[in-house]
C-alpha cells in the first residue's frame, strides 16, 4: 500500500508540476541577502529583483538577514518551503568556503538548496601602496622570500576569499605573508591608501578610486583571466604566483525540493536579464561583471571552487575558534 501510495504521490507531482510552472510567479517573491545592504549580495539580488517585478509583474522583495557568518539567510532559505517564492542571493563565501571552514554549517549546499544561476562576479586585486617600491608581484615575491614572515597584507577579514587568495600564492611560490584582517573591505583600503600596510588583497571596486591618484598600485588581478574591467591589469598566473583562479561572485539559490519547471523557469528569466545591455552597464558601473549560467553549470562551479579552497584551507591551516 505504501509502494502504490508513493506512486501515486509522484505520478500527482510530476502532472501537477507543469501547471506550478505556468502559473508561477502568482504572489511575490523573496530574496534573502545573508549581509548587510549595500554588499555585493545585496547589489545583485536588488537589480536583479527590480528586473524580475518588471517581467512579471509580481513584486520581488529583498530581505537582508545579515549575521552568523551568513549562516541565518542561507539557512532560512534551505529551509523554507520549495515553491519559487523564497530564494538566496549567496556569494563564494557562503557556499564554497564556509564549509570547508567551519566545522559545523546548518546547512548542506547539495542536500539543501538547488541552483538557479550565478549572477555576478566581482574580481580581488592584489595592490600595493603607492608610494611602497612594489611594482610587480615578482618584487613582491622577491621581498617574501628575502624576509620570510615579515610582509605585511590586508584583507577584509579572517577566513575571507581574499585571505584564501594570499594564502593561495603563499603555497605556489614558497613564500610566507603575515596576514593583516580587517572588518571589512573599506577599512582595509582606507589602511593601503594612508601606508598603514604595503599591501592588500581587495575587491578591485574598492581601490579603483584611488589609483587614477597613484595612491594604489594594482599589481595583478586574482582571477584565471584578465578582467574586462581593465585589460591592463595582469593576472597572478601571468607575474609567476601560480595557479591563482578566485573572485567574489554571487548566485541566485532555491530550497532543494523547489520543482525543476520551477527552477528551469527562474533560471531563463535570470539569464536573459543578466544578458540585457541596460544590466550589464548597472554592474559594470561598481567594477561587477554578469556571469548568467544554466543552473547545472552552478552545481559544477560551486562544487569546483569548494574542492579548490577545501584543500586550500588545509594545506595553510586556516581555520576558525
Same mark, same amino acid.
Given at each position: 500500500?505504501?509502494? @502504490?501510495?508513493?506512486?501515486?504521490?509522484?505520478?500527482?507531482?510530476?502532472?501537477?508540476?507543469?501547471?506550478?510552472?505556468?502559473?508561477?510567479?502568482?504572489?511575490?517573491?523573496?530574496?534573502?541577502?545573508?549581509?548587510?545592504?549595500?554588499?555585493? %549580495?545585496? &547589489?545583485?539580488?536588488?537589480?536583479?529583483?527590480? *528586473?524580475?517585478?518588471?517581467?512579471?509583474?509580481?513584486?520581488? &522583495?529583498?530581505?537582508?538577514?545579515?549575521?552568523?557568518? +551568513?549562516?541565518?539567510?542561507?539557512?532560512?532559505?534551505?529551509?523554507?518551503?520549495? =515553491?519559487?517564492?523564497?530564494?538566496?542571493?549567496?556569494?563564494?563565501?557562503?557556499?564554497?568556503?564556509?564549509?570547508?571552514?567551519? $566545522? /559545523?554549517?546548518?546547512?548542506?549546499?547539495?542536500?539543501?538548496?538547488?541552483?538557479?544561476?550565478?549572477?555576478?562576479?566581482?574580481?580581488?586585486?592584489?595592490?600595493?601602496?603607492?608610494?611602497?617600491? #612594489? $611594482?610587480?608581484?615578482?618584487?613582491?615575491?622577491?621581498?617574501? $622570500?628575502?624576509?620570510?614572515?615579515?610582509?605585511?597584507?590586508?584583507?577584509?577579514? #579572517? +577566513?575571507?576569499?581574499?585571505?584564501?587568495?594570499?594564502?593561495?600564492?603563499?603555497?605556489?611560490?614558497?613564500?610566507?605573508?603575515?596576514?593583516?584582517? #580587517?572588518?571589512?573591505?573599506?577599512?582595509?583600503?582606507?589602511?593601503?591608501?594612508? +601606508?598603514? &600596510?604595503?599591501?592588500?588583497?581587495?575587491?578591485?571596486?574598492?581601490?579603483?578610486?584611488?589609483?587614477?591618484?597613484?595612491?594604489?598600485?594594482?599589481?595583478?588581478?586574482?582571477?584565471? /583571466?584578465?578582467?574586462?574591467?581593465?585589460?591592463?591589469?595582469?593576472?597572478?598566473?601571468?607575474?609567476?604566483?601560480?595557479?591563482?583562479?578566485?573572485?567574489?561572485?554571487?548566485?541566485?539559490?532555491?530550497?532543494?525540493?523547489?520543482?525543476?519547471? @520551477?527552477?528551469? $523557469?527562474?533560471?531563463?528569466?535570470?539569464?536573459?536579464?543578466?544578458?540585457?545591455?541596460?544590466?550589464?552597464?548597472?554592474?559594470?558601473?561598481?567594477?561587477?561583471?554578469?556571469?548568467? %549560467?544554466?543552473?547545472? /553549470?552552478? =552545481?559544477?562551479?560551486? *562544487?569546483? /571552487?569548494?574542492?579548490?579552497?577545501?584543500?586550500?584551507?588545509?594545506?595553510?591551516?586556516?581555520?576558525? =575558534?
Amino acid at each position: 500500500m505504501r509502494r @502504490i501510495i508513493g506512486i501515486a504521490l509522484t505520478m500527482l507531482a510530476l502532472a501537477t508540476a507543469p501547471v506550478l510552472a505556468e502559473d508561477y510567479p502568482a504572489r511575490p517573491i523573496r530574496i534573502l541577502v545573508p549581509y548587510a545592504p549595500g554588499g555585493i %549580495s545585496d &547589489i545583485a539580488a536588488r537589480l536583479l529583483g527590480a *528586473k524580475l517585478t518588471e517581467a512579471w509583474g509580481q513584486q520581488v &522583495i529583498v530581505e537582508n538577514r545579515p549575521g552568523g557568518n +551568513g549562516f541565518i539567510a542561507v539557512t532560512d532559505v534551505a529551509r523554507a518551503a520549495p =515553491d519559487g517564492y523564497t530564494l538566496v542571493m549567496v556569494t563564494t563565501g557562503d557556499v564554497a568556503i564556509n564549509p570547508a571552514l567551519f $566545522k /559545523e554549517v546548518p546547512y548542506d549546499v547539495g542536500r539543501d538548496l538547488a541552483p538557479i544561476s550565478a549572477v555576478s562576479d566581482a574580481p580581488m586585486v592584489l595592490a600595493a601602496n603607492g608610494d611602497a617600491p #612594489y $611594482k610587480s608581484v615578482g618584487d613582491v615575491i622577491t621581498a617574501a $622570500k628575502a624576509q620570510p614572515g615579515m610582509l605585511n597584507v590586508c584583507t577584509p577579514g #579572517y +577566513g575571507s576569499i581574499n585571505q584564501l587568495v594570499l594564502e593561495s600564492i603563499a603555497l605556489n611560490t614558497g613564500t610566507k605573508f603575515v596576514h593583516v584582517p #580587517y572588518k571589512g573591505g573599506a577599512p582595509a583600503a582606507q589602511a593601503l591608501v594612508a +601606508g598603514d &600596510i604595503p599591501l592588500g588583497i581587495l575587491a578591485s571596486s574598492t581601490v579603483a578610486p584611488h589609483v587614477p591618484s597613484g595612491k594604489i598600485r594594482v599589481l595583478a588581478v586574482t582571477t584565471g /583571466e584578465r578582467s574586462p574591467l581593465n585589460p591592463e591589469w595582469p593576472t597572478l598566473a601571468q607575474q609567476g604566483a601560480g595557479a591563482v583562479n578566485a573572485s567574489n561572485w554571487t548566485a541566485l539559490l532555491a530550497p532543494k525540493a523547489t520543482p525543476r519547471p @520551477i527552477i528551469d $523557469k527562474l533560471s531563463a528569466k535570470v539569464v536573459e536579464i543578466l544578458n540585457m545591455a541596460d544590466v550589464k552597464a548597472r554592474f559594470a558601473a561598481g567594477g561587477v561583471s554578469t556571469i548568467p %549560467s544554466t543552473p547545472a /553549470e552552478l =552545481d559544477t562551479k560551486i *562544487k569546483r /571552487e569548494l574542492a579548490t579552497y577545501r584543500l586550500v584551507i588545509e594545506k595553510a591551516n586556516v581555520h576558525v =575558534d
